[in-house]
């Protein structure tokens, strides 16, 4: 799974990143609000921490932008404001939680798989399933009717983004992006080869109906009837 994490305090930045990245996530980071809203907007994470008082653009104005634009992605705040209004202001521009400085970074690590079983991104076990389909977070194995599909790293972290963002189409813009990383100039087309890749295993398994190609847009994961 991909955080991003966006805290001007860098020495509280790469705390965060360091216990995220501990518990089995990538983590991504930003020290300002215009960087931390541009990385945002991507739509390739699935959980953002957002501190509230940020240089340039401030928290509460990037969860109303991202909102506005139809980006659901579970948000956690942090803030170093305590009173209740605040927090109001934060959970109804569209944040899923917050927490209020100084906290401890394991409880943040806690609340963000909270977060994350409740939109039903994880289970209880913080095991993804979607389908005949399981990934187990804790090994990176990936099980369909508990028969192992024998993945690559690659193979695994096209399969996961696809499952925790079932029934949205990717382009293939996010899924270099979220796969090999902003800058890692990897060809557009590698996406198409992996996809590939991934379709064959899961046909194997009877699963590969679930990964639909958008012509000329991207993929779906369990698309609509009338994608191809």
């Known amino acids: 799974m991909r955080v991003l994490i966006v805290e001007d305090d860098a020495a509280l930045l790469a705390l965060i990143r360091s216990v995220f990245e501990d518990g089995a996530f990538h983590a991504d980071g930003a020290e300002n609000g215009d960087d931390g809203y541009y990385l945002a907007q991507q739509a390739i994470h699935d959980l953002i921490v957002l501190d509230v008082m940020l240089p340039g653009m401030n928290g509460i104005e990037i969860i109303r932008k991202l909102r506005a634009a139809q980006v659901g992605v579970p948000i956690i705040l942090l803030t170093a404001k305590d009173a209740v209004k605040d927090r109001v202001v934060g959970l109804n521009a569209g944040a899923d939680d917050y927490m209020v400085k100084p906290f401890a970074v394991s409880e943040l690590l806690a609340r963000a798989r909270a977060v994350l079983r409740r939109r ?109």
């Open 120 to 228: 039903g991104t994880v289970g209880l076990d913080g095991d993804l399933t979607y389908g005949p389909l399981r990934l187990s977070m804790a090994s990176k194995s990936a099980y369909c009717d508990e028969t192992e599909l024998h993945l690559t790293a690659t193979e695994y972290a096209l399969l996961e983004f696809f499952m925790i963002h079932r029934n949205q189409i990717l382009t293939r813009e996010q899924i270099s992006d979220r796969i090999w990383g902003f800058d890692s100039g990897a060809a557009l087309s590698a996406v198409d080869v992996y996809v590939h890749h991934l379709r064959k295993k899961l046909m194997v398994q009877e699963a590969g109906r679930l990964l639909r190609t958008v012509r000329g847009i991207g993929f779906i994961f369990k698309g609509e009837p009338h994608v191809q």
